[in-house]
């Protein structure tokens, strides 16, 4: 693992307002993962798991505090420029997969492709690829409504390796899989990690999630409560 530093915040604040009365999210965050972690990060509901989350990706703003992403400060970006990062540079799977329906697998994996100008013989070979490793390869044609949850997951983990982003952030990858394709997905990404250094960032409750990272960054109510290595 290299010690550069891929996403790094400081003294992250996230409030929300709930019928007017103020929520604290997060309450001051000071994190930075480095090319090739392989980190999750674990916590009670509430926590502000997913909030971190959004706030590393640049789907929101800090109430306080700065996110920057490969040196670059993103809580200052226009929305504009913060969508351009995240389709160059974060790889995100949501809880909710946000396939696009009318699209089939193939092609919802080859959308993030097209917007970043992959040249068509590159996109296809990349597409099939990555969607055969993740055992989708008789599932290409398929539309999104014609698949199973857990493979709509795999869709959308294959959507965003596709782009080879700096890093990939996670929000419960395993929550729609039995665990036996739980278990092979995590294989698939431990091997990307291993092999290709991609960076991964997990917000999970699974315990084989949870057990399976490198690195564990416990919260609790809004801060940082642990940070350790884990598997040596």
Excluded: W
């Amino acid at each position: 693992m290299s010690d550069e530093a891929v996403v790094t915040c400081s003294s992250l604040k996230k409030t929300y307002r709930d019928d007017g009365v103020p929520v604290h999210a997060l309450k001051g965050v000071d994190l930075e993962l480095r090319r090739g972690d392989f980190a999750c990060i674990a916590g009670p509901s509430g926590s502000g798991k997913t909030t971190l989350l959004n706030l590393l990706g640049g789907l929101d703003l800090p109430t306080e505090g700065r996110v920057f992403v490969e040196g670059t400060e993103v809580s200052s970006m226009s929305k504009t420029d913060r969508a351009d990062l995240r389709l160059r540079r974060i790889g995100f799977v949501f809880q909710a997969f946000n396939l696009l329906p009318v699209l089939t697998s193939a092609e919802n994996v080859e959308y993030v492709l097209l917007l970043q100008e992959t040249p068509k013989q590159e996109r296809r070979r990349r597409v099939r690829e990555i969607l055969e490793a993740l055992d989708m390869g008789e599932y290409l044609d398929r539309m999104p409504g014609e698949l199973s949850g857990g493979q709509q997951q795999r869709v959308a983990v294959a959507r965003a390796l596709a782009a080879r982003p700096a890093i990939v952030l996670l929000d419960e990858p395993t929550a729609s899989l039995d665990s036996e394709t739980g278990s092979r997905l995590m294989d698939y990404l431990e091997r990307m990690n291993s092999e290709e250094e991609h960076t991964f960032l997990f917000c999970s409750h699974d315990p084989m999630v949870i057990e399976r990272a490198h690195r564990l960054i416990r919260l609790k109510d809004g801060r940082v409560e642990s940070d350790e290595e884990q598997h040596g």
